[in-house]
């Protein structure tokens, strides 16, 4: 594991904060102390699912972290667009399940 | 309004595709191929060949060292990838952005290359040849570019009559044009004797529900819907097309799948843009 020393600019957060694509800062370990994620992993859609499951409630993950206030901003902006884009054509059956599928979408993004 | 044979007299005054392009299509249709005669030709268009190689050694395919022929980039990506590069570099050179144009050509090849991505991305769930997808769709609105570049002042016209009827372009064309620009399209794509299903695309890729359901057509009306979804043009004024329900039953992906397709067409656009779009 050669991910960057744990001191380098890590946060810890709640789990629900985290999300694909932030790399973790220390390893996590389970309830008997057995190694789930080594440090300097790369958290993905998949590793969170799996942590949710067992009930991980923090995690120390490198950098700073967004303001939740500006990703909740970021994330209406999205869906904003959505609308927007699906003005006209977000009705039929196709379209509308199109949409919904990309809300879905971009509400996964950070 | 322009008659239709006035529109098609214009085609036909538009420079003609390098030779050794007009053969690279045909071999798309041809099993036996000699890529080492091909790469000969693409090497003497020099223009051609620089951009090919600069696209080859882009971190868009994450080749471990520089290739510096054509004949080396065959060896490591294929000939089939570097027929589309050498395509999609030969398409965008034919339509230069004229200066003092008010059309957006950086806007129309943002949207034609994530057309291409994403046919490129659906074509294997559509048991598609992706790299023929990928041309197919970077010139199925090629169309607009014959209208915006031949008939400027009426296609600015059409970009009114958009505005203030906030609808879609091919609406608008029909309405100021008489005609739009799938219908011209295919008139290129015949003139330059691009293969059949090629025109196929570009002349029906607003006829959804009309399609074959494992076809290229098809690909491609997917592909447009899901590039105006996707916002990978970034035009303000943008809206996703309708979107035919035979069309999305026939690509009958479920919704990991489809989640998986949008972000790996936002990744690859974004690499390809840098490149061809510059």
């Not at chain 1, 927007?84 to 993004?109: D, K, P, S, V």
């Not at chain 2, 691009?194 to 494992?214: C, E, M």
């Amino acid at each position: 594991m050669s991910g960057p020393a744990a001191s380098a600019g890590a946060t810890t957060i709640a789990l629900d904060q985290a999300c694909a694509g932030m790399v973790l800062a220390e390893a996590l370990l389970d309830a008997h102390g057995g190694l789930l994620l080594p440090q300097g992993s790369t958290l993905s859609e998949a590793s969170l699912a799996s942590l949710r499951r067992r009930a991980i409630a923090t995690c120390s993950v490198l950098g700073a972290v967004a303001d939740p206030a500006q990703l909740a901003r970021a994330r209406a902006a999205r869906l904003a667009r959505l609308d927007r884009l699906f003005r006209h054509n977000g009705a039929a059956e196709a379209g509308a399940t199109l949409w919904r599928l990309l809300i879905t979408y971009r509400e996964q993004q950070p | 309004m322009t008659p239709l044979d006035e529109v098609i007299k214009r085609i036909h005054d538009l420079p003609s595709l390098p030779a050794v392009v007009v053969e690279l299509l045909t071999s798309m249709e041809q099993e036996d191929i000699d890529t080492h005669a091909l790469a000969g030709k693409i090497a003497l268009d020099q223009s051609l060949a620089a951009k090919t190689l600069r696209l080859a050694n882009s971190s868009f395919y994450g080749m471990p060292s520089t290739v510096h022929s054509i004949q080396q980039a065959i060896a490591v990506l294929g000939f089939h990838s570097i027929r589309t590069l050498v395509t999609a570099c030969s398409v965008t050179d034919s339509f230069p952005a004229s200066a003092g144009s008010r059309f957006d050509f950086q806007g129309f090849w943002r949207h034609a290359v994530g057309t291409a991505v994403c046919a490129k991305v659906l074509a294997p769930h559509l048991r598609q040849n992706p790299e023929t997808a990928f041309i197919a769709g970077l010139l199925h609105d090629l169309g607009i570019l014959v209208l915006a570049t031949r008939f400027p002042a009426e296609y600015a016209d059409v970009a009114s009559w958009r505005a203030a009827h906030d609808s879609g372009t091919a609406e608008a064309e029909r309405a100021v044009c008489g005609h739009d620009h799938a219908m011209i399209g295919s008139a290129l794509c015949a003139y330059w004797k691009f293969p059949d299903n090629i025109q196929r695309a570009v002349a029906d890729h607003h006829q959804g529900d009309a399609l074959a359901p494992l076809s290229l057509p098809l690909t491609v009306h997917l592909a447009n819907t899901l590039a105006h979804a996707l916002d990978l043009a970034e035009q303000p004024d943008d809206q996703v097309p309708p979107l035919s329900q035979h069309a999305w039953r026939a690509a009958g992906l479920d919704e990991p799948t489809w989640l998986a397709v949008f972000a790996d067409c936002e990744q690859m656009f974004q690499e390809l843009c840098k490149i061809l779009v510059s």
